[in-house]
């Protein structure tokens, strides 16, 4: 299960306790991840970033877990995930769920095919525990070990 | 379709559901697409924000706070289908 995250998360797709003023800045640095690990272009982070100004911070899901993503588009290369850790939590305007300390960057390549990472992902977020190590982690060598 | 929240909140429901014996038919949709085709939804799950979005559509709506609390979604279900 949890190897399917492993590997949605490409190289340079994991940034831990970064330092973040705004919803926007952690946009960024999530789609940062995703271009950086060769799943997006730049014009996806973008695309986020519209999305969220849409319809604003629904995309908090849980309690201090932010989930950053678009639609499908030519923006997207390949299905993958990114990961921001953030040393100060920062607030998105969230009614129930602020403020935010993980954020979770998604593309994908279609509506369909992202499902079984989509089950590992909530599967993974769901215990208390797992998030609690994600957010103190400091090092990208921990939480790959704890992802296979 | 949606790709992000309507698919874990859609997981997570149909974990819910089947939990309680009831079988139901969940689909993951974005805002245009819940609007478009949700006529003829019983229940219409989604979060806080996008509430007042979904206003006036004829299916109950119910609100989750915390998409990965299975326990939240199956009081706020179970209080949908009295």
Not at chain 1, 16 to 42: D, H, I, N, P, Y
Not at chain 1, 131 to 148: C, D, G, M, P, W
Not at chain 2, 16 to 45: C, F, H, N, S, Y
Request: charged share 20%; aromatic share 4%.
């Amino acid at each position: 299960m949890s190897s399917v995250l492993e590997q949605a998360l490409g190289q340079g797709s994991i940034k831990l306790q970064q330092s973040c003023v705004s919803w926007k800045e952690t946009f960024e640095l999530a789609g940062l991840g995703l271009v950086e690990s060769s799943r997006t272009t730049s014009a996806y982070t973008n695309e986020m970033i519209q999305a969220f100004e849409e319809l604003g911070p629904y995309m908090v899901i849980a309690p201090g877990i932010a989930l950053a993503h678009g639609r499908p588009s030519e923006a997207v290369l390949a299905t993958g995930l990114s990961l921001v850790t953030l040393s100060t939590p920062v607030v998105f305007g969230s009614i129930a769920n602020d403020p935010v300390s993980l954020v979770i960057g998604l593309a994908a390549v279609d509506h369909d095919s992202h499902i079984d990472l989509m089950a590992a992902l909530s599967e993974l977020l769901m215990s208390e525990d797992t998030v609690n190590f994600l957010l103190k982690a400091t090092n990208e060598s921990q939480v790959r070990s704890y992802l296979i | 379709m949606g790709i992000g929240t309507s698919v874990l909140l859609k997981m997570n429901a149909e974990k819910v559901l089947e939990a309680m014996g009831i079988q139901a038919e969940v689909v993951a949709a974005d805002i245009t697409k819940a609007k478009r085709d949700g006529e003829g939804a019983d229940i219409i799950l989604t979060t806080p924000e996008l509430v007042v979005l979904l206003e006036g559509m004829p299916g109950k709506i119910v609100s989750i706070e915390h998409v990965f609390d299975l326990t939240e979604i199956r009081q706020k279900l179970s209080a949908a289908l009295l």
